[in-house]
């Protein structure tokens, strides 16, 4: 019988553990959690979203106090055009986050930025290429272009000196998503160097409909194999979403992928960045409590608990400190959801807000449980206490379970 060791995932000559750990954003995936997954040899994300926060955090820089007072006038406009990002500070953002957890890699593993194209700040372009020149410069090893198509993307940082060496990667949930990167994509003479094929059971964002579930991802990845040998392509797949138990890995590197990206087990680590009463609820989650909704502003369903303080929550847009998911046009669906809400109910003090989320504050107070299908099976993975709380893994445990189970088993922790 096989396990996730007997595989190994080929970056030219370079040999790795074949587990990738998903970017998590808003750091839920921290340095910490990424720098365990490349001490152990397979790969870790940080996630570039939301960066000027999760540096003030991080290093006690004051980047959102700074854009915050500079903006301060604006707050009570429902006009949020004038809120731009400072390029200069986001490149600097970027450079702390990343450089500094690079600088801080340990072991013959790698760690990858998560860049999503949803982020599009108020001038999608601009602050794109900034994010992934910034990330290439501060010594990446690779970046995951995620959440949106990436037609541009490889575009923007052709002519950065690490184009060609760093390692570039995309996450797509269909053949034709693919199809219409590599296209778009011809033009700057570079192939990905993997490509995340991103299922139904993910969490966070989603790249289906409201019919998810009548997708499947052996499905998916099985015929994007057959076109990529068909076309002669030699580009590693990465199976994501629903991959809980080390047999569930074996099962797609058996059929040929190169590695699995997984996500969901370690949110109950401790060096994921959810506080640990999050990790509680999820822990105890049920089933039923698994809902995929459309609050998103994104636009894309998005995987969650029901129990999330987010949901109806309806707060005042904060885009002036933040910002992350406003349009080219200043625009957010949060808040024409938001405006409509204090229309219909005029002199309500705190109105509720269902359509959508104010997804920057919610993210970042950790107050968006974002997980994935398989959640309600994390209480197998651990043990009960007396207390009704269950006990906190460590990332280094999880990895290796994936890496050495075999018979669909779970270890639990010692
Ligand atoms: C809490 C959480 C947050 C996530 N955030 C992101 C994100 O910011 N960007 C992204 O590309 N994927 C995100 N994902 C998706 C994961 O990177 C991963 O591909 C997927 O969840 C793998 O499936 P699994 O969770 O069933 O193992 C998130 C997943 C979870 C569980």
Redesign the pocket.
């Known amino acids: 019988m096989k396990r996730v060791d007997d595989f190994r995932l080929h970056f030219g000559k370079q040999e790795l553990v074949p587990i990738v750990i ?5 750091d ?2 921290t340095a910490d959690l990424a720098l365990e997954a490349a001490r152990l040899g397979g790969i870790g ?1 940080i ?1 570039d ?1 939301m960066v000027k926060t999760v540096a003030d955090r991080r290093f006690n820089t004051k980047f959102v106090k700074d854009k915050l007072k500079q903006y301060k006038y604006n707050v009570a406009n429902s006009d949020k055009s004038v809120v731009q990002f400072d390029l200069g500070q986001l490149a600097e953002a970027t450079s702390l986050h990343v450089g500094r957890t690079m600088e801080a890699k340990r072991g013959p593993g790698m760690v990858f930025v ?1 860049c ?1 194209e949803k982020l599009t700040m108020n001038a999608p372009k601009e602050t794109l290429r900034v994010r992934l020149a910034s990330a290439l410069d501060a010594g990446a090893d690779g970046i ?1 272009l ?2 949106g198509l990436h037609l541009g993307s490889f575009a923007l940082i052709e002519d950065h000196p690490r184009f060609r060496d760093a390692k570039l990667g995309i ?1 797509v949930s269909s053949l034709r998503a693919l199809q219409l990167f590599l296209r778009k994509s011809a033009r700057t003479n570079r192939m990905p160097d993997y490509v ?1 094929v ?1 299922g139904p ?5 989603l790249g289906f409909g409201m019919d998810w579930a009548k997708y499947d991802l052996a499905t998916i990845v099985a015929e994007i194999h057959a076109w990529l040998l068909a076309e002669k392509l030699d580009i590693p797949l990465i199976p ?5 138990t080390g047999s569930d890995a074996v099962s797609f590197l058996e059929k040929g992928a190169g590695a699995v ?5 370690f ?1 109950v680590t401790r060096e994921c960045g ?1 506080p640990e009463d999050v990790q509680q609820h999820y822990f105890k989650a049920s089933e039923e409590e698994i809902v995929v909704n459309q609050i998103s502003p994104t636009g894309y369903p998005m995987r969650m608990l029901s129990s999330s303080p987010a949901i109806g929550s309806g707060i005042r847009p904060n885009c002036e400190a933040y910002g992350y998911l406003l349009d080219s046009n200043g625009n957010c669906s949060y808040i024409d959801a938001y405006n409509r809400q204090l229309e219909l109910h005029p002199g309500v003090k705190k109105v509720s807000v269902m359509e959508k989320t104010c997804m920057c504050t919610h993210m970042r107070n950790f107050d968006l449980w ?5 959640t309600y099976r994390l209480k197998d993975t651990s043990r009960k206490g007396a207390d009704g709380n269950y006990e906190i893994l460590s990332a280094e445990h999880v990895f290796r379970d994936y890496q050495f189970s075999t018979d669909n088993k779970l270890a639990l922790p010692d």
């Not at 059971?201 to 964002?205: E, I, N, R, T, V």
């Open positions: 998903g970017g998590m954003g808003v839920i995936s994300h996630s979203a998560n999503m995951t995620a959440a996450i995340v991103e059971l993910a969490g966070g964002h994501a979403g629903g991959i809980f990206q997984v996500a969901t087990r949110t959810l974002t997980c994935g299908h398989y």
